[in-house]
């Protein structure tokens, strides 16, 4: 499995943690890498769990991480019951709750299936831009009242016990149609209410995630399925950037100026640029590309595609000898900023070790 299924663990010195994407396979690999006990304090101490975009490669794990979540403070003995709802909006067909009505709202469109599938033609229509599905002005009114909501955003929770879901609304369903969650158990923050840079929007926010982990977050709309982002965290120490699945994001690069990492997908070879396009990835080079403009220190790839790819990606000639480059592979710790550079050292031994099977870029091609 070489970085197909996405699942980062960021580890933060004030002992909050964040899962950032949750693709399969993510807890067993906590579980060979650290012993039972020390995989329970992991998943105790991780405030955050932030997904990208609605891929089954990038949110499958999410119900196994958060069960075990659950299943370790249980075995503190501490009672999830005891969890304050805290919450203030209702939908009336499902009974879901919400802490803000932006969600409510977003939400009540799950229960028209009709127009979400129009909606989703009408985005990769006009992504295409062949204008060939349009919208009746009901419809455009409807979007409008979403974008003009009034927010009443609670502060977020203090309790450990109650984790913060950070991802697009369809997120939300996903937990609730699994049947082993209910909306007491979590609260979901919309990515778009993280996109301020400068937090002047949501300053609660800001705050909630200054004082109980000790970073400032950014969500960047990304290009690829809708809504898609990327994540900006910037530490006292270091500036983290992850770019989900996406198409090479100016909206990226400037969130991401100055970065210590990036870790960039890069899930197909140069070679196959014309697929990259298609289904909205980024090729070898076109990462490495993103981390040059966004003058960070270490750009690491990952995610590459096992359709294409039997060993890690080359990186061609020119790129060779770039010591700002490494390679993302199951089972790494990377310390920040103390390991970055040595990361980058390696890239040709593990090169060599998992050369890239060409044939099967030719059967592909």
Not at 342 to 357: A, E, N, V
Request: charged share 20%; glycine share 6%.
């Amino acid at each position: 499995m070489y970085r197909a299924e996405t699942c980062n663990l960021l580890r933060l010195g004030n002992g909050g943690n964040i899962i950032i994407d949750s693709g399969e396979g993510g807890y067993a690999q906590l579980c060979r890498m650290y012993t039972e006990e020390q995989v329970d304090e992991i998943l105790r101490k991780t405030r955050v769990f932030f997904i990208s975009h609605k891929h089954p490669d990038h949110m499958r794990g999410l119900l196994v991480l958060l069960h075990h979540r659950r299943r370790a403070f249980q075995l503190e003995k501490l009672s999830d019951s005891s969890i304050s709802p805290d919450l203030q909006w209702k939908c009336q067909k499902c009974h879901m709750s919400f802490n803000y009505a932006m969600s409510l709202e977003k939400h009540n469109l799950i229960h028209n299936q009709a127009f979400l599938q129009k909606y989703w033609e009408y985005h990769v229509d006009q992504s295409k831009g062949t204008n060939s599905v349009a919208l009746t002005q009901d419809e455009i009114s409807m979007l409008n009242d979403m974008s003009n909501v009034k927010e009443d955003i609670p502060t977020l929770p203090t309790d450990p016990r109650k984790p913060i879901i950070v991802g697009a609304v369809w997120i939300l369903q996903f937990l609730i149609d699994s049947g082993h969650f209910q909306p007491c158990d979590f609260h979901f923050l919309d990515c778009s209410l993280l996109q301020d840079p400068n937090s002047t929007k949501n300053p609660h926010l800001a705050h909630w995630f200054q004082e109980n982990i000790g970073i400032k977050i950014q969500c960047v709309q990304v290009i690829h399925s809708y809504p898609a982002y990327g994540i900006v965290i910037t530490t006292p120490t270091f500036k983290f950037v992850y770019s989900g699945d996406t198409r090479p994001s100016a909206n990226l690069i400037e969130a991401g100026k100055g970065a210590t990492v990036v870790l960039h997908e890069a899930n197909f070879q140069d070679e196959m640029s014309h697929k990259a396009i298609t289904d909205r990835h980024s090729t070898v080079t076109e990462a490495m590309n993103v981390g040059s403009k966004m003058e960070a220190e270490v750009t690491v790839l990952t995610h590459f595609s096992a359709r294409v790819n039997s060993g890690v990606p080359s990186l061609g000639r020119e790129w060779n000898q770039d010591r700002s480059v490494g390679l993302a592979f199951d089972f790494q710790r990377i310390r920040i900023p103390q390991d970055i550079h040595r990361l980058t050292t390696y890239t040709h031994i593990f090169q060599q070790m998992y050369p890239s099977d060409d044939s099967r870029f030719e059967a592909e091609a």
